[in-house]
């Protein structure tokens, strides 16, 4: 079992920056790929940037590369995004995922944290 818990998010205006972090804990050795995923309201769950632990390969959605990077501190178990120049339609809670990497990327992960909100006004 692996827990995860999302934080950092808040409100922002358009071209700002958030940095979300997510911890984990439990088994974390179960956790060979982390990934972060959005859900605005009305719309399906959004695959945003996933990483492997091992050797910290990184991958991201189109429509967010160049603008937010996904890092991780395996000392601490901690996921972070760093989220820059943001837009006001990715409004979203964002969560964190934990699995197989194969898992992670298809959004099927067994573990996932309960979120954190992120609004961008305009």
């Known amino acids: 079992q692996v827990m995860l818990a999302e934080s950092g998010g808040g409100s922002v205006q358009s071209g700002g920056s958030l940095r979300l972090s997510c911890a984990a804990s439990g088994s974390t050795w179960l956790s060979y790929c982390m990934g972060w995923f959005r859900q605005a309201p009305g719309k399906e769950r959004e695959w945003v940037a996933t990483i492997t632990r091992r050797n910290e390969n990184a991958q991201y959605a189109e429509s967010v590369t160049g603008r937010f990077t996904i890092s991780q501190d395996n000392d601490n178990n901690t996921l972070y995004l760093q989220m820059n120049s943001l837009k006001p339609e990715e409004t979203a809670k964002y969560y964190c995922?934990?699995?197989?990497?194969?898992?992670?990327?298809?959004?099927?992960?067994?573990?996932w944290g309960q979120g954190t909100q992120v609004t961008v006004s305009s």
């Open positions: 995922a934990a699995d197989y990497c194969y898992r992670v990327v298809a959004g099927t992960s067994q573990y």
